[in-house]
T-cell receptor, first 115, second 112 residues
């Protein structure tokens, strides 16, 4: 079946602009996660959804970052007033129920470049 | 912040040799997972080992977990050029919800 998909695959924007990154999880997966990966580093957690609600948003770096999942499926990560330091690959993952033994399946990521 | 550290940061071997990567972490965990990443994009799940397990096998992969030392190792036997990638360990800490905390990764190069 289809895996996690993310669009766009690449996004180039100017400092100060607003961007939206989209994630389509595996069908039926209730848990959805966003991570951010800087060059040469491992991914870092941003936010976790269980259904429509954000169960844990402790990884969001500041209030310029916001994510939604209004129908419990597709999620959008929104970044306001982008800064050059926001440049990274943004990864989305989903899992069946968010249980502690659930495997998280990752999408291909969106590479964001802020000029 | 990243909980784990991988060792070595980079590893270069010849095809057919075994590759061993190590991961250390800081807090108690529910499970530890290993992922592979090609060209800095999507992560592919390799294997999950629970905190009450000590060793697990999957094909050419062998993972060990020592919770007393807070460490894990990933062994790839009879390596192939196609195994060239970055390998990350990720922990699901038992006091951190369902988020995964990743190490910095080991960049493996397998020369044909």
């Amino acid at each position: 079946g289809a895996g996690v998909s993310q669009t766009p695959s690449n996004k180039v924007t100017e400092k100060g602009k607003y961007v939206e990154l989209r994630c389509d999880p595996i069908s039926g997966h209730t848990a959805l996660y966003w991570y951010r990966q800087s060059l040469g580093q491992g991914p870092e957690f941003l936010i976790y959804f269980q259904g429509t609600g954000a169960a844990d948003d402790s990884g969001l770096p500041n209030d310029r970052f916001f994510a939604v999942r209004p129908e419990g499926s597709v999620s959008t990560l929104k970044i306001q007033r982008t800064e050059r330091g926001d440049s990274a690959v943004y990864l989305c993952a989903s899992s069946g129920s968010g249980g502690i033994t659930d495997t998280q399946y990752f999408g291909p990521g969106t590479r964001l470049t802020v000029l | 912040s990243q909980q784990g550290e991988e060792d070595p940061q980079a590893l270069s071997i010849q095809e057919g040799e075994n590759a061993t990567m190590n991961c250390s972490y800081k807090t108690s965990i529910n499970n530890l997972q290993w992922y592979r990443q090609n060209s800095g994009r999507g992560l592919v799940h390799l294997i999950l080992i629970r905190s009450n397990e000590r060793e697990k096998h999957s094909g050419r992969l062998r993972v060990t977990l020592d919770t007393s030392k807070k460490s894990s190792s990933l062994l790839i036997t009879a390596s192939r050029a196609a195994d060239t990638a970055s390998y990350f360990c990720a922990t699901d800490a038992d006091n951190a919800g369902n988020m995964l905390t990743f190490g910095g990764g080991t960049r493996l190069m397998v020369k044909p």
